[in-house]
């Protein structure tokens, strides 16, 4: 039995004020659910606030999650960036890797996120990896390829054993920020074959215990059609987890 979870992608978006409030009115509101893992991802500045507020507020059960880190995991001359070290120390637990604006911004590659996801791993965190095809690839039906190749590299070199403390978020970038769901059907269709490579990789029973998250215009109208699916295991957020109601209403809807 896979637990549901569901992750607030803030991306470039709330002052500290703010972000502080969001968190803490998110945590207030679900903390009687026991029955789903709940994180959210600040932008880097407010990762600490956020973590602090959280824990001095007594909230253990709203983690934290960065957008990015850097692959080397504890310091160094790399101007600009953060360690997982540095994660660690802030309070945070989880880090979303390859998101696709960072794929298509900032030159992230297949590569550079299996080496982020091994050293997330390696050091305490929970990587969030992110995959998910083009609206060009889905026409013309390459989505399945695009898709067993992300997997693939994303996971290459990692341990079977390790598998499942990793979380697979599938975001059709097509469905990114556009208004525009998956069908559940479309996005199960996906999710299972994702599994179905899981298995080929590390065998049935660890296959069934890798979490795989939809993204991709997720809000509370359309997240039990989602959530129901047998593969689909929780949430990547963006737009609908700036807005505490929204995003209780999601935690509510998927907790089991
Ligand atoms: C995302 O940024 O990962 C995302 C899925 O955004 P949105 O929910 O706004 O489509």
Not at 170 to 175: G, K, L, Q, S, V
Not at 208 to 227: E, F, H, M, T, W
Request: proline content about 4%; charged content about 20%; glycine content about 8%.
């Amino acid at each position: 039995m896979r637990r549901h979870i569901i992750a607030g992608n803030w991306k470039m978006n709330m002052l500290l004020e703010d972000a502080v409030a969001l968190a803490t009115g998110v945590a207030q509101n679900t903390k009687e659910l026991g029955g789903v893992d709940l994180v959210v991802a600040p932008a880097m500045l407010a990762v600490a606030p956020v973590a602090k507020a959280l824990k001095d507020a007594g909230f253990t059960h709203l983690k934290v999650a960065t957008q990015n880190m850097h692959t080397v995991p504890t310091k160094g001359a790399y101007t600009g960036e953060v360690s997982a070290q540095m994660l660690k120390d802030a309070g945070c637990d989880f880090v979303i890797l390859g998101h696709s604006e960072r794929r298509q911004y900032f030159g992230e590659t297949d590569a550079g996120v299996n080496h982020k996801a091994k050293v997330a791993l390696a050091h305490g965190l929970t990587p969030i990896i992110c995959i998910g095809e083009t609206l060009a690839e889905r026409e013309a039906e390459r989505t399945f390829d695009r898709i067993e190749f992300q997997v693939r590299a994303a996971l290459a070199g990692i341990d079977d054993k390790n598998l499942p403390a990793l979380v697979l978020a599938y975001e059709p970038i097509w469905a990114i920020g556009t208004g525009k769901t998956a069908s559940p059907e479309q996005a199960q269709e996906v999710h299972a074959f994702i599994r179905s490579i899981l298995s080929k990789l590390a065998g049935d029973e660890i296959a069934q215990q890798v979490r795989i998250q939809y993204g991709g215009s997720v809000k509370p109208a359309n997240i039990s059609d989602l959530i129901s699916q047998p593969d689909i295991d929780g949430a990547l957020v963006g737009g609908a987890s700036l807005k505490v109601s929204d995003f209780v209403s999601l935690a509510v809807s998927s907790n089991a």
